[in-house]
Nanobody, 117 residues
Framework: QVQLVESGGGLVQAGGSLRLSCAAS????????MGWYRQAPGKQRELVAT???????NPADSVKGRFTISRDNAKNTVYLQMNSLKPEDTAVYYC???????????WGQGTQVTVSS
């Protein structure tokens, strides 16, 4: 089992920045991919960005050049630095991890990001 605790959401004006963090605990030895998804009201959950244990990233086209995903394997923590935020980035952001064995998926509880125009 893996537990995820997110932090860093909040309210920011358009053009501003926020940094999300997600710390994993429990069976962290099995973690491979870490990442972030988001879900806006009335929309499906969508990929924001993922990063593998070796550091390969996969950001969504909508956030390329604005958001940066990184991780600290020693701390079992993944970060999402969000710059040049837009109102359309408003959503609940969910931390995500996938394990090496059995490709199990775990989700955080979600953190609200609101960007005002």
């Amino acid at each position: 089992q893996v537990q995820l605790v997110e932090s860093g959401g909040g309210l920011v004006q358009a053009g501003g920045s926020l940094r999300l963090s997600c710390a994993a605990s429990g069976s962290t030895f099995s973690i491979n991919t870490m990442g972030w998804y988001r879900q806006a009201p009335g929309k499906q959950r969508e990929l924001v960005a993922t990063i593998t244990k070796s550091g390969s990233t996969n950001p969504a086209d909508s956030v390329k050049g604005r958001f940066t995903i990184s991780r600290d394997n020693a701390k079992n923590t993944v970060y999402l630095q969000m710059n040049s935020l837009k109102p359309e980035d408003t959503a609940v952001y969910y931390c995500y991890i996938q394990t090496v064995l059995l490709s199990l998926e775990y989700w955080g509880q979600g953190t609200q990001v609101t960007v005002s125009s």
